[in-house]
């Protein structure tokens, strides 16, 4: 039997960024109940269907909320500018490390 696997793309969060002109921004809550830090791109928002959504990732430290943030965007389409027709680009995320 021949069997044919077909995964889906992996790639770095950073190299992912880049690739895209993304920026990650991180930013330190003032609130001690929550988690110390969130991380997203900016001007990024995901789609589902005709829904969109910010994501964000949370953690203790700057590289846990990045963590976060690269498995809740995973295989998701992102959204750069949706606000801006002439800047708005679509791009679907692939699995991020």
């Known amino acids: 039997m021949k069997i044919v696997y077909q995964y889906k793309k992996r ?3 950073n ?3 880049e690739q895209n002109g993304f920026v ?3 930013v330190e809550r003032d609130n001690p109940k929550l988690s110390r830090f969130y991380a997203h791109f900016k001007n ?3 789609k589902d269907g005709c829904i969109l959504s910010g994501e964000f990732g949370n953690g203790d430290t700057p590289e846990e909320a990045i963590v976060n943030y690269a ?3 995973s295989g998701k389409l992102l959204v750069l ?3 801006n027709p002439k800047k708005r680009k679509e791009i679907y995320a ?3 490390n």
Do not use: Q
Request: charged share 15%; glycine share 4%.
């Open 11 to 13: 790639m770095s969060i």
């Open 15 to 17: 190299k992912f960024a």
């Open 24 to 26: 990650m921004e991180i």
């Open 44 to 46: 990024v928002e995901s």
């Open 71 to 73: 498995n809740s965007i």
């Open 81 to 83: 500018h949706a606000g």
């Open 94 to 96: 692939p699995i991020l």
